[in-house]
């Protein structure tokens, strides 16, 4: 059974960092594509960062720069590295799996979310 | 303001249909045949219902189909059953360095 659990989220003062993990089983994370979307309070969804097979990265512009988005092989985790948070930064943030080669470009798992609050 | 637009509130009597619309350019979802939809009850994480246009992930109800025309495509919803009742949001394929494109959402409403 295909599972994602994220973990990291919490309260972060702006400037501050934070990573976010997300541990992946019934499958293999190098064999996929591996995304982070987050949906700010009410708000929603924006894609964030992806990790192609790979490893080529890609980011969405509110975040390149500030985030890096990586993965562990031997642990089957991906990791969100978030530098210089920002009050937008607020949100619910999914991890989310797309299957090469006919799958790219969807996703067809999500994590049940991890929030991350930055706030003075 | 998201890249794909869709209606912010769509409604239904159970047993009709609705049809939601999401717009982009030439950029995203009229230049590939990669668009998903999403589904999303409060507090839960998204599912997906359509991709690649109008393919059905095993599980998902026929009663949820979707289509694309130029630069818009939509989810269209028959027989409403207050389960339906959720947030939808569509997504496209917009470019390698761009990788994927969100629409605002669309509350659906099942009266």
């Known amino acids: 059974e295909v599972q994602l659990v994220e973990s990291g989220g919490g309260l972060v003062q702006p400037g501050g960092s934070l990573r976010l993990s997300c541990a992946a089983s019934g499958f293999t994370v190098s064999s996929n594509y591996m995304s982070w979307v987050r949906q700010a309070p009410g708000k929603g969804l924006e894609w964030v960062s992806v990790i192609y097979s790979g490893g080529s990265t890609y980011y969405a512009d509110s975040v390149k720069g500030r985030f890096t988005i990586s993965r562990d092989n031997s642990k089957n985790t991906l990791y969100l590295q978030m530098n210089s948070l920002r009050a937008e930064d607020t949100a619910v943030y999914y991890c989310?799996?797309?299957?090469?080669?006919?799958?790219?470009?969807?996703?067809?798992?999500w994590g049940q979310g991890t929030l991350v609050t930055v706030s003075s | 303001q998201s890249a794909l637009t869709q209606p912010a509130s769509v409604s239904g009597s159970p047993g009709q249909s609705i049809t939601i619309s999401c717009t982009g350019t030439s950029s995203d979802v009229g230049g590939y045949n990669y668009v998903s939809w999403y589904q999303q009850h409060p507090g839960k994480a998204p599912k997906l219902m359509i991709y690649?246009?109008?393919k059905r992930p095993s599980g998902v109800s026929n009663r949820f189909s979707g289509s694309k025309s130029g630069n818009t495509a939509s989810l269209t919803i028959s027989g409403l059953q207050a389960e339906d009742e959720a947030d939808y949001y569509c997504c496209s394929y917009a470019g390698s360095s761009t990788y994927v494109v969100f629409g605002g959402g669309t509350k659906l409403t099942v009266l």
């Open positions: 989310a799996r797309s299957e090469p080669p006919f799958g790219e470009f969807h996703f067809d798992y």
């Open positions: 690649d246009v109008s």
